[in-house]
């Protein structure tokens, strides 16, 4: 199982990213992934899930309304849009899914809110 992410960077208060996660190694359509993210001296925290169906379970309260989770299984790529970006969004963000009793992670992507 390989996960990378992409699409991190440096944006402005209010503006937005797209990051993407490009697997491989297991059967991409048949797994839900999710997107978490960790800033320094903060537990990861899930920001979003998207099911094998291309449903959605709630978001996180703090990025409800401004995230967005998708999935392309031809590309076998799942997508976080984020808008109106403030800087407590500032963090690493990764890619993650769990099969067989086991957590599969990328290796992050920096995301930082400044001005």
């Known amino acids: 199982v390989q996960l990378v992410e992409s699409g991190g960077g440096l944006v402005q208060p209010g503006g937005s990213l797209r990051l993407s996660c490009a697997a491989s190694?297991?059967?991409?359509?048949?797994?839900?992934m999710n997107w978490y993210r960790q800033s320094p001296g903060k537990e990861r925290e899930l920001v979003a899930t998207?099911?094998?169906?291309?449903?959605?379970?709630p978001y996180a309260d703090s990025v409800k309304g401004r995230f967005t989770i998708s999935r392309d299984n031809a590309k076998n790529t799942v997508y976080l849009q984020m808008n109106s970006l403030k800087p407590e969004d500032t963090a690493v963000y990764y890619c993650n899914v769990y099969i067989g009793l086991t957590d599969y992670w990328g290796q992050g992507t920096q995301v930082t809110v400044s001005s």
């Open positions: 190694g297991f059967t991409f359509r048949r797994y839900g």
């Open positions: 998207i099911t094998s169906g291309g449903g959605t379970t």
